[in-house]
């Protein structure tokens, strides 16, 4: 069966997602490296926690990216445990930004932007998780 459309973008999406995760992680380790020096030339204990932190920031973003890339490839080839993974990051990250968005609540300072950034990343994952259980998206995937 051919690919549908609508997979095709949500796989390029999620590439695109991985190589900015890639080059943010990348900037951590450089990040946190620049502060740890420019702390430890004029002395303090904050380098090495800034060092520290930008080194575990930059795993978690390169190890984030990765993943996406795997699901993103995934769902190009049709592969169900793709689809199923990206189901499940569409709801959590549906969840994290209904919180967020509750968490903007109380700083309303930041609500405007908080709130509609989270309304836009809610939509955009209900619309993601609606698609890949439709009937016909389902069966490219092989499940009946």
């Known amino acids: 069966m051919q690919r549908p459309t609508g997979v095709t973008v949500i796989a390029i999406f999620q590439i695109a997602f991985a190589v900015f995760a890639i080059l943010l992680g990348l900037m951590a380790f450089g990040f946190g490296s620049v502060v740890a020096m420019h702390r430890a030339a004029f002395g303090g204990a904050f380098g090495a926690v800034a060092g520290a932190l930008g080194a575990v920031f930059g795993i978690f973003l390169l190890a984030l990216g990765v993943l996406y890339i795997v699901v993103g490839v995934g769902m190009l080839k049709l592969a169900n445990w793709a689809r ?61």
């Open 84 to 144: 199923l993974v990206t189901l499940v990051f569409s709801a959590l990250g549906a969840l994290l930004h209904v919180l967020r968005l509750f968490h903007s609540m109380v700083h309303p300072h930041l609500f405007l932007f908080h709130a509609f950034w989270s309304v836009m990343v809610i939509a955009i994952c209900v619309l993601i998780i609606w698609y890949l259980l439709q009937p016909n998206v389902k069966q490219a995937f092989g499940e009946s």
